[in-house]
């Protein structure tokens, strides 16, 4: 089979690196810690991943955005490359094209091309892991928008914030600077303040839904909530984008009960109706961006 495209999913820990073939079978894979604090060393990492294949295009998913405008990077996990004209600056070193897009939009091109997502045109993929992402594809291409941020359904508060009474609603402090973002709540992390904002113990996420599934009460108010909440805020986006499909990634994609109850309570709230899953896990796991990088145009 023919090489085809170079693909890399660079995240703040490591560099998940394959080639693909024309068939998109993976054909050969690399993986080596992500070098963030020393740009000659992060360009030299990727040409070392890159020799044996000197004319092959390297298709990129980011822990990042690039602003469609200027090309510059916002990478706050990789600052030797934060603020860099990014592909351009690769473009020189690598000598061969270069395509970069947000990991979180490569997972939604990922699914909607290879995934749980194929044959929808109108796809919104979503991730929750660590953090709240997402992103939009139509027609088989990520739509950027503004800023490059385009489904970054993450951020903008949807909490009220008391600050004279701070335990009336859960509604924290955002990495981002605003209170009450979906991030604060809809991730792993999010689940477990929750948790904790119901006065219960502190308890891992894992362990939270696990309890929910064996009949918990707190848990099941905890899950409760985060169903409620969530589910609002994807109702809105699902109304707002018309999309058809949303397949979830990251670590809570795990959770198949969870995201089937998301599932229920998003198809209730929605304008349409819907006779087939919305909310579905996504099938490709860890290789959903590395493959959807490769989806790029
Ligand atoms: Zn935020």
């Known amino acids: 089979m023919q090489p085809r495209v170079l693909c890399a999913d660079i995240g703040g820990s490591f560099i998940d690196f394959a080639v693909l073939d024309n068939t998109n079978s993976v054909i050969n894979r690399n993986k080596i810690p992500t070098p963030t604090h020393n740009a000659d060393s992060f360009l030299q990492a990727l040409i070392e991943l890159t020799a044996l294949y000197p004319k092959l295009p390297l298709h990129i998913a980011m822990a990042g955005t690039q602003e469609p405008k200027t090309g510059r990077l916002l990478a706050a996990n990789i600052p030797c490359m934060d603020g ?27 699914e909607a091309h290879f995934g749980a997502a194929r044959g929808h045109d109108n796809v919104f993929g979503i991730i929750l892991g660590t953090g709240v992402g997402g992103g939009l594809i139509w027609k088989g291409q990520v739509i950027l928008g503004g800023g490059g941020v385009s489904g970054e359904w993450g951020h903008g508060p949807i909490i009220p914030h008391f600050p004279d009474t701070p335990k009336a609603t859960p509604c924290f402090q955002c990495g981002c600077g605003q209170w009450g973002c979906l991030d604060t709540f809809g991730s792993a992390r999010g689940l477990e303040r929750l948790h904790a904002w119901h006065g219960f113990p502190p308890r891992d996420s894992r362990a939270i839904v696990q309890a929910w599934e064996n009949g918990d009460s707190n848990a099941a108010d905890t899950i409760n909530t985060y169903i409620d909440y969530t589910s609002a805020a994807l ?6 984008t018309g999309s058809t499909i949303v397949p979830v990634g990251g670590g809570l994609s795990n959770a198949q009960r969870l995201i089937h109850e998301l599932d229920l309570s998003v198809q ?30």
């Open 235 to 240: 109702a809105l986006v699902v109304n707002t």
């Open 268 to 297: 209730r709230r929605i304008l349409r109706q819907q006779n087939t899953p919305l909310i579905i896990p996504g099938i490709l796991g860890q290789d959903a961006a590395l493959l959807g990088a490769s989806a790029l145009s």
């Open 84 to 110: 860099t004209l990014f592909s351009a600056l690769l473009g020189r070193h690598l000598q061969r094209p270069i395509r970069v897009a947000n990991d979180a939009d490569c997972f939604a091109m990922g």
